[in-house]
């Protein structure tokens, strides 16, 4: 029940463009923002940015599942492009039934609490905190009420602003913007389809990244030599790992699972999807945080510079966490739909999801 | 990946659910037959055992011809699982039912399995695992109680220590010294031995947990004499033929469910409406229960599917038994702060009392958190 055979290959694809136009190293060593055009161009041309939009609509049609596939391999090379971004919007334009605009795009809301309305004259109202990549794209795709919009970025107002990662992170306000098109959502999908979808992406993420942390530390571990052997023959360092992995695999697992379970399901408002979901954000964030924790333990010095490629893993695991609601607010929400359901009901809901 | 760590999405397949269905009815009506009293109720329970036999639930997935049923590792998942969320006192047949039973399929004489499986299906014996001695805990090949063969059987002499309910069991399945050590391998020289422990020779002294539970034991062996077949498998090498056994023995749900039981009546005790400090507190906990439910279920399908995931074994038991050990902590910060009863402040006590006292023991048990880590460290590629 892992990977099938589809999403193996677009994994593959998408493992061999990160490779050779994404590396972390050269990236980082570059110092520039050369690598992005050529890396996204590749990116694009296999299909990879639409894998969720069907071709009627101007996709790839690539499926669900290879979209998360996509996606932890973007996380395996802390790609910093709206990758996410744009394949959610891309989902919710098809939830819409509207044709893509073509490029990079981002989502909006991304917070709970955080609401956009379209009025009668046809403008929107409302605003969205914290949107990612917005100020880098053309056009958002935006969830008002039961109204999917496309909105191009420039007719809204946007906030400068920056994640610890120094990628665009706005707030938009779109009172009075006239969307460049609406469509009425597919039923079944609301703000909260939009907030889950938003979170299994970012748990895969972040697994992804989680991985490569423990790759590159367990490698570092072997080769760095103090007191006349190599660190990782230390078992303190050892046990740190450990730990890492543990946490690495925790994530991988979870992570995977809610792709499954979004591939698979058939009702955004069941009690199982929510559980799952929500599950992954707050496990997968807290992973996030101990693994990057132990990551820079086991680099010493050397990991807590500019030059070395772990703050691009580190820094974007950490502002991963806070989009699309950080994992207090999932966990916040997910205790009280415990708290209604009693403890027969857990065990219930555990085995049902 | 260079590390290979891998954990499937796995999901349990329509037999195992509907077994769940069954399994929870019976459990429900044993419940209300007064075989046992749910949660809580930790006194040993042979009557529960032997109906668990007739419902055919224990060595589910042996061959029929040992009274097994031939059913798959993720139906007896389900079984172990329920169980263990229901407090059944299981306790007569857990061991033999997990990890002797599989033992004896393996390595035993037909005699023996035709006499011992089926019994162990009814709910009849129980085992017991005899590896810890005083000089050999977590390093388990340092074992010295000594199996000597003669014309007679194995005399064995020497002392197992930390056996959990040697003093219920009908059987053991016994680590003993056969050679020296070699120079190349320090793990040569150690074979498993079923034992009957009513035989002449053999004596359990009970050593109590700090609160004067009884569950672990003393077993001395003085001349006690086996017979030539009570052999499992080969002899001194015990050390290859532990491996798959140790799988099963570190992913099951008995790894992060030991506490549970402090969850759910922390859940009833917060009520229908938690303040946003109980609600964040659930909400995690119960995030991290699932995340673990779906590594275990991970292992399962990968053991179903005839792999050998010792090292995501591992990470489970690492995991898990880490996470119920803090469990009852977290929930007595989350129930600080209540000061209303809902029904249950009682029962809440009781099983966080329980829960906090047991606690040290679960990472301790069955493979401690630093063997685990090395473990782990070793499948990273770092040892």
Wanted: net charge negative; glycine share 10%; charged share 25%.
């Amino acid at each position: 029940m892992g990977m099938d055979e589809a999403q193996t290959l677009v994994a593959d694809a998408a493992s061999r463009i990160f490779r050779d136009l994404g590396d972390p190293q050269t990236i980082n060593a570059a110092g520039d923002d050369s690598w992005r055009e050529p890396l996204w161009s590749a990116l694009e041309e296999a299909g990879l940015t639409t894998a969720w939009v069907t071709d009627e609509l101007g996709g790839a049609g690539a499926g669900i599942g290879s979209g998360f596939a996509v996606l932890r391999v973007a996380g395996e090379y802390a790609a910093s492009l709206p990758l996410a971004e744009t394949l959610i919007a891309g989902w919710l334009l098809e939830m819409g039934g509207i044709m893509l605009p073509g490029g990079a795009m981002s989502v909006a809301p991304m917070k709970s609490g955080d609401s956009i309305s379209l009025n009668a004259d046809g403008t929107l109202s409302g605003s969205a905190r914290a949107v990612s990549f917005a100020a880098d794209v053309d056009h958002l795709a935006v969830l008002a009420g039961d109204t999917v919009a496309l909105v191009a970025t420039a007719d809204c107002g946007c906030s400068e602003g920056r994640n610890m990662a120094g990628e665009a992170r706005n707030n938009i306000d779109f009172s009075g913007v006239t969307p460049l098109q609406t469509a009425p959502v597919r039923p079944g999908i609301d703000a909260q389809a939009l907030s889950l979808m938003g979170a299994a992406a970012r748990s895969m993420q972040m697994a992804g990244a989680l991985q490569t942390v423990l790759e590159i530390a367990v490698q570092y571990a072997e080769e760095r030599v103090a007191f006349g052997r190599p660190i990782g023959k230390f078992q303190a360092v050892q046990h740190n790992l450990a730990r890492l992995g543990e946490e690495a695999a925790a994530a991988i697992a979870i992570a995977s699972s809610t792709a499954y379970t979004v591939e698979h399901l058939e009702d955004w408002s069941s009690a199982g999807v929510f559980l799952e979901i929500a599950s992954a954000k707050i496990r997968v964030g807290e992973a996030a945080g101990e693994g990057a924790a132990i990551g820079h333990q086991a680099f010493g010095a050397i990991g807590f510079t500019k030059e070395h490629i772990l703050h691009r893993f580190v820094q974007r695991l950490w502002s991963w966490r806070d989009d699309f609601d950080n994992e207090a607010v999932w966990a916040a929400e997910l205790g009280c739909r415990v708290g209604a359901m009693g403890s027969e009901g857990l065990w219930h809901a555990l085995t049902a999801a | 990946m260079s590390v290979a760590i891998q954990f499937d999405p796995i999901r349990l397949p329509p037999e195992a659910e509907a077994l769940r269905v069954e399994v929870r009815q019976f459990l429900k009506e044993e419940i209300a037959a007064g075989t046992f009293s749910g949660r809580g109720d930790r006194r040993p329970n042979p009557e529960f055992s032997r109906k668990v036999g007739e419902k055919g639930w224990i060595g589910i997935t042996w061959p029929k011809k040992y009274g097994g049923q031939e059913r798959s590792f993720l139906e007896r998942y389900v079984i172990n699982e329920e169980f263990l969320i229901a407090g059944a006192p299981t306790r007569k047949h857990f061991t033999a039912d997990r990890q002797s039973g599989p033992v004896l399929m393996k390595y035993a004489s037909e005699e023996i399995k035709q006499d011992i499986l089926p019994r162990i299906t009814r709910g009849e014996v129980s085992f017991c695992i005899g590896m810890s001695e005083p000089d050999s805990g977590s390093d388990l090949f340092a074992a010295k109680t000594k199996a000597e063969r003669t014309d007679d059987g194995w005399l064995i002499n020497g002392r197992k220590l930390w056996t959990s309910l040697a003093h219920e069991s009908d059987y053991m399945i016994g680590l003993f010294r056969t050679s020296p050590p070699t120079q190349e391998n320090r793990r040569h020289g150690l074979s498993q031995f079923l034992v009957d422990m009513k035989l002449p020779g053999i004596s359990t002294q009970p050593v109590l947990h700090p609160n004067g539970n009884h569950e672990f034991n003393e077993v001395t062996f003085d001349n006690a004499l086996l017979p030539h077949d009570y052999l499992m498998g080969e002899v001194d090498m015990a050390w290859k033929q532990a491996t798959s056994e140790l799988a099963y023995e570190r992913s099951g749900s008995e790894r992060f469910l030991e506490t549970c039981e402090v969850l759910f009546e922390l859940v009833d005790f917060i009520g229908e409406n938690p303040d946003v400090r109980e609600a964040e507190g659930l909400g995690r906990l119960v995030a991290q229960l699932h995340t673990l439910r779906r590594m275990s279920i991970s292992v399962a399908g990968m053991l179903h599917a005839g792999k050998e995931p010792v090292l995501e074994a591992s990470v489970v038991k690492d995991l898990g038994t880490v996470w119920e050990q803090a469990l009852p902590s977290v929930a007595r910060d989350l129930a600080a702060f209540i000061d209303r009863d809902p029904g249950n402040r009682l029962r809440f006590e009781e099983v966080l009392a329980h829960g906090i006292t047991i606690a040290p023991k679960l990472t301790i048990q069955g493979g401690t958190t630093e063997v685990l880590r090395g473990i782990v460290a070793r499948g990273l590629g770092l040892r």
